[in-house]
């Protein structure tokens, strides 16, 4: 009996310190604090995938190598292309839009991105002409960024009736209702 007892008490320790923390919706006014607030999709060109002249990196996403050719994934917002053939002096040449984008890879001239709740599959074999060769529509939750990933604070609420969420914005709040 005690040892079942014990065994209880584990297994819901072990479920309670797995369980993924989620906002709260605070009640009590906080006043002005620093947080962050959700970046929303426009309604239209959310899927337009184009390619930009080079644009600085704010937040370093994941690193892509390939034929001396650096591909770094802008969270959020897509993929920046630098020359690396001379690697004392990286020259950025291209960013590659992809709205939503967390996570690339990369097979022969082909480069493979989530946007958004898509996967979009990205002919690379011509920098200045890229094109999309096919997007698997729905892949990924719609819902996927209610909170901010990896952040602990305050942040503005997530409203679902302003689009989907595209990243997080650091700014000044007042009196936010959400904390995680």
Not at 149 to 164: A, H, N, R, T
């Given at each position: 009996m005690k040892t079942q007892f014990v065994l209880s008490i584990f297994l819901f320790l072990l479920f309670v310190s797995s369980c993924e923390i989620v906002e709260f919706q605070n009640t009590e006014p906080v006043g002005t604090v620093e947080g962050v607030r959700p970046v929303?999709?426009?309604?239209?060109?959310?899927?337009?995938?184009?390619?930009?002249?080079?644009?600085?990196?704010?937040?370093?996403?994941?690193?892509?190598?390939?034929?001396?050719?650096?591909?770094?994934?802008?969270?959020?917002k897509g993929i920046h292309v630098i020359d690396n053939s001379n690697p004392s002096s990286p020259t950025p040449i291209k960013f590659i839009q992809v709205p939503g984008s967390e996570d690339i890879a990369i097979k022969g001239d082909i480069l493979y991105a989530d946007n958004l709740t898509d996967l979009v599959a990205i002919d690379i074999s011509n920098l200045d002409q890229i094109k999309v060769t096919s997007r698997l529509e729905g892949l990924y939750e719609e819902g996927k960024k209610n909170y901010p990933?990896?952040?602990?604070?305050?942040?503005?609420?997530?409203?679902?009736?302003?689009?989907?969420v595209v990243g997080w914005e650091e700014v000044i709040l007042e009196n936010p209702r959400c904390f995680r």
């Open positions: 929303y999709a426009t309604t239209d060109g959310w899927n337009e995938i184009i390619a930009t002249d080079p644009q600085p990196i704010e937040y370093l996403g994941k690193i892509y190598y390939k034929d001396q050719i650096i591909y770094v994934n802008e969270r959020y990933d990896g952040y602990s604070g305050y942040f503005e609420c997530v409203d679902p009736d302003k689009g989907i």
